[in-house]
């Protein structure tokens, strides 16, 4: 079955450090999205991406996050100059159509695991 | 941000007893989806609900959208060990984004 992959698993970063977190989204899907979950906490709503440009964002989704398709594949999610509290598990998820309207579904990476020191 | 609060917030239960999830908002939302998560992995969709009052059956997992749209429930029937997770119900209202809630932690014991 295919899947949503995300690299790496587990990153370890310094305060003000840039990051770039990487997702394969499923090959055939349109949508993608970027989620956070705060260790304890429930998932938050980051981006949705479409048709390479951003189509909804969270006020969590600040100027210091950025995403991008650089080619026809990868999905990327880049923090400018991370804050300790940036550390949370990061989950990249595509879909094949708009979630709610076609009440499609979306899949979920496993995740990479953000820490700032 | 539209809240989902769900309860309980932690289960413990024996193998074979049945249980009972909520998912509770003020707010409507035109669809609502449940998920099961497991430690360490991404969240893995179990059912959508788009109409009020609506139920939808998986196995041994009965899901029911309220008649309002503003709640949901999950029935376990006869859990099992392979049942222990994190659920998580989640709402949405627009196109994209959608709401996640606070989660329950389930244990079901051998």
């Known amino acids: 079955e295919p899947e949503v992959t995300q690299t790496p698993s587990h990153q370890v970063t310094q305060m003000g450090q840039e990051v770039i977190l990487r997702c394969v989204p499923i090959?055939?899907?349109?949508?993608f999205y970027w989620y956070r979950q705060i260790l304890g906490q429930k998932v938050e709503f980051l981006v949705s991406?479409?048709?390479?440009?951003?189509?909804?964002k969270s006020e969590i989704f600040d100027d210091q996050f950025s995403v991008e398709r650089p080619d026809g594949s990868n999905f990327t999610l880049k923090i400018r100059s991370t804050k300790l509290e940036d550390s949370a598990m990061y989950f990249c998820?595509?879909?094949?159509?708009?979630?709610?309207?076609?009440?499609?579904?979306?899949?979920f990476g496993q995740g990479t695991r953000l820490t700032v020191v | 941000t539209q809240l989902l609060e769900q309860s309980p917030q932690f289960l413990s239960i024996q193998e074979g007893e049945n249980l009972t999830v909520y998912c509770n908002s003020s707010?409507?939302?035109?669809?609502l989806q449940w998920y099961r998560q497991e430690p360490g992995e991404g969240p893995v969709l179990l059912v959508t609900?788009?109409?009020?009052?609506e139920v939808k059956k998986l196995k041994r997992l009965t899901f029911q959208f309220g008649d309002a749209r503003k709640d949901s429930s999950l029935h376990i029937t006869a859990a099992q060990p392979g049942d222990t997770g994190l659920y998580l119900c989640?709402?949405?209202?627009?196109?994209?984004?959608?709401?996640f809630g606070t989660g329950t932690s389930l244990t079901v014991i051998p």
């Open positions: 998820a595509s879909s094949g159509t708009v979630w709610a309207e076609n009440h499609g579904k979306a899949f």
């Open positions: 090959s055939n899907h349109l949508y």
């Open positions: 991406f479409y048709n390479n440009e951003i189509s909804e």
């Open positions: 707010s409507v939302f035109s669809s």
């Open positions: 609900v788009v109409t009020g009052g």
């Open positions: 989640a709402g949405s209202n627009t196109g994209n984004q959608f709401y």
